[in-house]
């Protein structure tokens, strides 16, 4: 268990952050297999911030890594599964909409991870 109180889960052989990003990674390989959805990929990352030079120091990029990527209804989907949001994922989610305004980003939470889509 980490500082969120997340259980470590393994599916498939990958071990997900918490139970509830496993139940949803089951339920995103369903809809895959039924061809729902297409293209899932798991951990995919963003460049928010390209690394730059600060007085002769390199400064690091910003990247934002989500749970799962994905095509629906020929739609790029994003998601994120979420217990808390903390100030540096709402950083980094608004980072994340204003450089990618044409992916759809979807929160999936206890009560609506097994839910609709966005």
Request: glycine share 6%; charged share 30%; with cysteine.
């Amino acid at each position: 268990m980490n500082k969120y109180r997340n259980i470590k889960t393994v599916i498939d052989n990958i071990t997900f952050d918490s139970a509830l990003e496993g139940r949803r990674y089951s339920f995103l390989k369903m809809m895959e297999r039924a061809g729902e959805i297409t293209g899932l990929k798991l951990q995919p990352k963003y460049l928010l911030q390209e690394s730059y030079l600060h007085k002769q120091k390199r400064i690091r990029e910003i990247s934002y890594i989500a749970d799962f990527e994905y095509t629906y209804n020929g739609k790029r989907i994003t998601e994120d599964c979420k217990g808390i949001k903390t100030e540096i994922y709402k950083m980094k989610l608004k980072m994340f909409q204003f450089r990618y305004p044409h992916i759809n980003f979807y929160e999936v939470y206890k009560d609506n991870d097994l839910g609709g889509m966005v």
